[in-house]
């Protein structure tokens, strides 16, 4: 049996494909979590997710990246 988490759950995933280097990975995972973590404060119903990064988070700015990624919440009517 498996039973799903009450409240909100998360996960990033970054491939190898696009970045070799494993410091880079974790910094843009590391970065996925910080702006979920932010987001999930003002969500209005618990969720679940798997986060794919593509080539371009890796060089993308924080601040754009966070953006873009409030707007992916937005669309996805998780956060008002």
């Given at each position: 049996l498996k039973f799903l988490p009450k409240?909100?759950?998360f996960s990033v995933v970054v491939s190898s494909k696009y970045?070799?280097?494993s410091v880079l990975r974790?910094?843009?995972r590391r970065r996925a979590y910080?702006?979920?973590r932010s987001i999930v404060q003002h969500t209005?119903?618990?969720f679940s997710g798997v986060l794919?990064?593509?080539k371009h988070a890796y060089l993308m700015?924080?601040?754009e990246f966070k953006s873009l990624l409030e707007?992916?919440?937005?669309?996805?009517y998780c956060v008002s």
């Open positions: 409240g909100n759950s970045c070799k280097k974790n910094k843009a910080a702006v979920i209005t119903v618990p794919y990064l593509s700015p924080f601040s707007e992916l919440f937005q669309k996805a």
